[in-house]
């Protein structure tokens, strides 16, 4: 038996062996009671005695290679069957539960506030967030010069000075009235913003939702009728009702429309600041200048329009008394609905 030729094969055959049972296999083949070492050692007796002694050398180095190599082995085997017992396919194991998300409060009260006007029959439209002068103020009756523009103090874009961030949701109603033809019934729901400090009540980004309907023969009744049925789907079928005469430039006759207070129940407390009412939206028919800017023939329709803060409705709902809460992003708070 030439040991060369016996030292290529193991090599060979060891890379081969990858399971426990392969590598008792390997063992006995070489090792074992009758394996092959055992028949090399004894052909030493048919060998010429000043031979023996580098026989003898070459049998125990391929006796050591063959421990060496089984050794290394069997700790390769061991390393990777541990392995395979991390490895995460353990099917009886519990799932890792991913959290739900939720939408943010306030897209929540913005889509029940519009899914209440669309069961009337009002579709939703958009508009951008960044707006003309024209449609912001000029299109909707308030005049350059004119106080009321204080009202919807605004920021204006430094390079382009009749470009600004609307102050409201209402110049969406010059957007639609523009390119489309009576009848409407229309809400807009949208992110505004005001140079405001931020306080507990106040902050210089906001949501409104605007709406409005223009028909022949729509009365200050029908504005009525459809702010009733909102104010009671969205706090509750016992809540009364008041329209307070107002100004706005873009409405005429304009209101503002109070609840009685959800906390007190018009008694008088420290939320409605004891007079039993909430103010929740202003209101009111659209002024004819207003039509006149977007070619509607004001003598033949007629139309009434309303603007509401998101927020406020959603604080007043929830009865949350800090406007702050809502773009801080904490869990803690958004969690709860
Ligand atoms: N645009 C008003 C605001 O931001 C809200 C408003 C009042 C809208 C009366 C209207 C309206 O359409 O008729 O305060």
Redesign the pocket.
Known sequence: MDINAILAQIDTEISNVNSPESLEHFRLKYLGRKGLLTQLTSTISGIAKEERPVFGQQVNSLKNKLLSLIEEKQKAISVSSKQQKLEPWDIGMPGIAQELGRLHPLTQVTDEICSIFKRMGFSVVEGPEIETEYNNFTG?NIPLEHPSRE??DTFYLKDYPKMLLR????PV?IRVMQSRKPPLAVVVPGR?YRPDAVDASHSFMFH?V???MVDEGIKFSDLKGILEVFAKTIFGKNIKMRFRP?F?P??EP?A?VDISCIICKGKGCSVCGRKGWLEI????M?HPNVFKHVNIDFKKYTG??????VERIAMLKYGINDIRLFYENDLRFLKQF
């Open positions: 909707l009202a919807f102050s409201h949701t209402s109603q505004v409104q605007e709406g409005f107002h706005f873009f409405t304009s503002e939206l202003g209101s009111g659209i009434f329009a309303f603007g509401m803060g």
